[in-house]
């Protein structure tokens, strides 16, 4: 015999529809709850697993935008570097400017004593360091260049009297005869010494020549070799071999101030060093250096020039010293600014490279690195440590005024290649925002539940509820009659 209950039909049937509704109503809850109508894929399996290979690309995507960001700030911070080393090249130029516009060379002027001088032997000054180098140059203070010909010149005859014996020319040159050019005198085979001395005399405008023991001679007052050169049977004729003749240095009155001043200027190895002047009747002496100059030939006790060994200094210029170190510190600031300027461990301006990923698959990339590998730096940008030697030289520094202006635009270019990259990933940025949002809105599309339609689902399941309710206390009262029987 059965132990089962058995339940009336309208029972079982009411109970049947109670259960469901309080199916439903779990289920309706859970969306309430989580907010998706499939939260599994027993929901529905096709736009669970769609959802969800969305959402994993959109936080794929989430990722490489967080590296996205960090490239944006590597690049800002290599922006930031390149502004500063824009503004410490500026700074280099305006210091170059100043050096270039500064004359403050130190000087000293100097009264000739021409008695200490004297005429028995020669007598010099001499210029050494500064801008000079260590190897001394001399000028002769007393120097009187004589060429003089033989007795068996012009026809060997030492009165004058005969002729030279052959037709051409004499050219004479010296530093200081005629500004430095060639006199040209014509003499005649029939010519007597007397005549040509006179001719020579006229030509150079003063008594540069005589006649001495029926000798040719000529004699400059200046501290210059004369050369003598011409036809070679009129320089055999007048006792000089036939060959061009040097004059030698002979020693006589000193120099006048004028005479040192030309000598000193004229002088190849000190141009550009040492600039001599008149200085109301002294002999100024300018140190065109930075370095300290030393002149030989000063008396210790009198302070004169008088050819003797004593030395003096004339110290060099302090300001365009004081400007070649400003510019080399600026130049150690520009190599440690464009050091820092890292993010992250990357520094754009070393030659580090910055690499984004812009897709999950990782097929579109951006490699991001200074025009020049090995980045900007003072090196890169052609920027040499000053020197006191450049600084002494204004075409020097012209040519270190080009150097800057070149670093300028290097650097504009690169903040402008930067600047391009920038936009690049500026922009992937947003189409990264948006293809996340893009994302995010499909899988939600697919999973996401109408709150408003569920509420009222909700409440309609629960009115069926007790609808349900009600409908099984009506079926269970129809059996609970019969009990009335046994009363």
Known sequence: ?????????????????????????????????????????????????????????????SSLLD????????????????????????????????????????????????TTIGTGALKYMSFQAGSVGGTPINIVLNDHETLTGTTSGFGGVTTGTAGVGTSGTLTIQATDINGGTAINVAVGSTDLVTAVAANINAAAGYALASVVNGEL???????YPITLSGTAGVLSGAGFGGTNTVSTATAGPAETVDQLVYAINSNASLAGHVKANNNAGQLQ?????????????????????????????????????????????????????????????????????LKLFFNEL?????????????????????????????????????????????????????????????????NRQDFTNNMINTLKTGADGLTLADTNEEGA????????????????SLASQAQQSVLKLFG
């Open 1 to 61: 015999m059965s132990n089962d209950i058995v339940l009336s039909a309208g029972i079982r049937q009411n109970l049947l529809s109670l259960q469901t509704t309080s199916s439903l109503q779990a289920r309706t809850q859970t969306r309430l709850a989580t907010g998706k109508k499939v939260n599994s894929a027993l929901d529905n399996a096709v736009n669970y697993f769609t959802a969800a290979s969305l959402t994993t690309r959109s936080t794929e995507l």
């Open 457 to 472: 689902n909700m409440l309609a399941l629960q009115t069926r509820q007790q609808l349900s309710i009600t409908a099984l």
């Open 285 to 353: 002496i300018s140190n065109i250096s930075i370095s300290s100059l030393t002149v030989t030939g000063i008396g210790q006790l009198t302070g004169k020039l008088d050819g003797s060994a004593g030395p003096a200094t004339i110290a060099g210029n302090g300001v365009r010293a004081n400007l070649v170190t400003q510019f080399n510190q600026l130049k150690d600031q520009l190599d440690k600014t464009a050091a820092d300027a890292s993010f992250n461990g990357i520094n754009l301006l070393t030659g580090d490279v």
């Open 67 to 114: 590296s996205m960001t960090n490239g944006v700030n590597t690049l800002k911070a290599a922006d930031n570097g390149l502004t500063s080393i824009t503004t410490t090249i500026q700074s280099m130029q305006a210091t170059v400017t100043q050096a270039r516009q500064d004359a403050s060379w130190q000087a000293q002027s100097y009264t000739i004593d021409s």
């Open 217 to 223: 001679v000529l004699k400059d007052a200046g501290p």
């Open 362 to 426: 990782g097929t579109s990339t951006l490699s991001i690195q200074s025009t020049n590998p090995n980045g900007i730096s003072s090196s890169t940008l052609g920027i040499a440590t000053a020197t006191n030697v450049e600084f002494e030289s204004n075409t020097a520094i012209d040519a270190r005024l080009q150097q800057l202006t070149t670093a300028l635009g290097t650097v504009a270019s690169q903040a402008s290649d930067f600047g391009s990259h920038l936009s690049i990933v500026q």
